[in-house]
């Protein structure tokens, strides 16, 4: 089992405690944000290993968020799951799964994505 | 030119050309004009007269088709154009504006020019309805909006309790653990449940029968208890009661009244950077109770303020009303003015936004 850090970004505090926990069970090293923006400066100052995000928030939502990741050459490749109860027009996430999900599911899938780490 | 003008002159629309259009158009709803090759008008129908705004008695041949109601770039038209035209135009009908499409023919008999035909039709009624259409559309994908909106807003807490209920039957969380998060749980429920009653009141508003609960209750520690179970961070949010306060008794729907204010600082809290302070100022402002809440985000455009009160209107597509299915506002307004009071919002870009609530205070005896 991969154990990775991984970012959560969501605007609902209940729900990133709970996806932390999830992770947490794995061994994961879990930080979190709030919105996009947020996420955009820990990960300026951070590395991650795979990246979590709702895709309504305010301030920055998700697809804004990707693509800043995407545009950017430090985080092209990094791994990223959506995680939304609307998931339209978000066609560069690594994945995307609805909410709401089987934690059994998104503890798969994030060990699948560590497992194989575009970047190397 | 004399010779051509005088050979044209004496080509003029015939009796019969005439009197077709006496038959035709003394039963038509459009209007319909004959002019000769001078301007002259030499028939016109009753409906036309009333298009135009002009007297029912009005007598034909002695009016020129330059005294139509129109503009003036429409008025050249009738006398130099050659070929058949459509326009859209608006008549002044005795002071009152028609819509209104002209269509206009040049007529000819044996390759001369013996006048125009002009038929005017009222398009006032079409494009009424074709508003009404558009607004119904607009209205019918405004709905349709509003239901992705619960959806999502729904899902969030049902994740939340799905997710812990699936790790209690995998065994992942023992029992005790489990016992743990049941507070989150129940935020969780109560999320839903004021989601349900914000689409419940919605409807009842929509329906005109929104009732209030009303009973007599003090202001300031009930926005005391209602921050204190917000659980906010301490650090951020400061609560003022304002010199002279004192107490504030108001006569409100309590439920309605948090409803407003926790919908006013959630937005606030989600709305401005973590360690910023949210002020909350409650204040006896002539005969009205007043509670402000002020952030410092990154405040609202004056466009998006106007939108932000709207049913269904979320401001830059982004999620602007938590609790509130893009009609937490809405709804918030509509119930504060139920109440005689009202929610009115202050902000600027990069100023922070304000929002206050005002209710009437209860007269003390």
Known sequence: ?120 | VSTIDRTERTVELSLEDLSLAATLGDSLTDGLILAGVDGRIRYLNPAAKRLLGWPSTSKEGHVDVSAIPVDRATIRRFATAKRSWVAEVTLDSGGQATMARIAFKPLARGGRRVGSLIVLVDRTEVLAAEKDRDLARENDRAKTRSLHLVAHDLSGPLTVLKGYVALLQEGKLSLEQFNGHVPVLVAQLNQIQRLVQTLLDTARLEEGRLELQLTEFDLVPFVNRLVAVMALPESRLRIVVAAGAGELPVMADSTRVESILRNVITNAIKYSPEGTLITCTVACVGDHAEVRVRDEGPGIAPADLDRLFRRFGRVGDVKMNPAGVGLGLFLSRQLARLHGGDLTAVSGKGQGSTFTLTLPICKVA
């Open chain 1, 1 to 120: 089992m991969s154990i990775g850090r991984i970012l959560v970004v969501d605007d609902e505090p209940d729900l990133r405690g709970m996806v932390r926990l999830i992770l947490e069970m794995d061994g994961h090293k879990v930080a979190e944000a709030h919105h996009g923006r947020a996420a955009l400066d820990y990960l300026n100052a951070n590395d991650v290993d795979l990246v979590i995000t709702d895709i309504m928030m305010p301030i920055m939502g998700g697809a804004e968020l990707i693509n800043a990741l995407r545009a950017s050459d430090d985080t092209a490749n990094l791994p990223i799951i959506v995680l939304s109860a609307s998931p339209h027009d978000v066609s560069n996430a690594n994945l995307v799964m609805r909410k709401p999900f089987r934690p059994a599911a998104l503890r798969e899938e994030a060990a699948r994505m560590l497992r194989t780490d575009a970047r190397g």
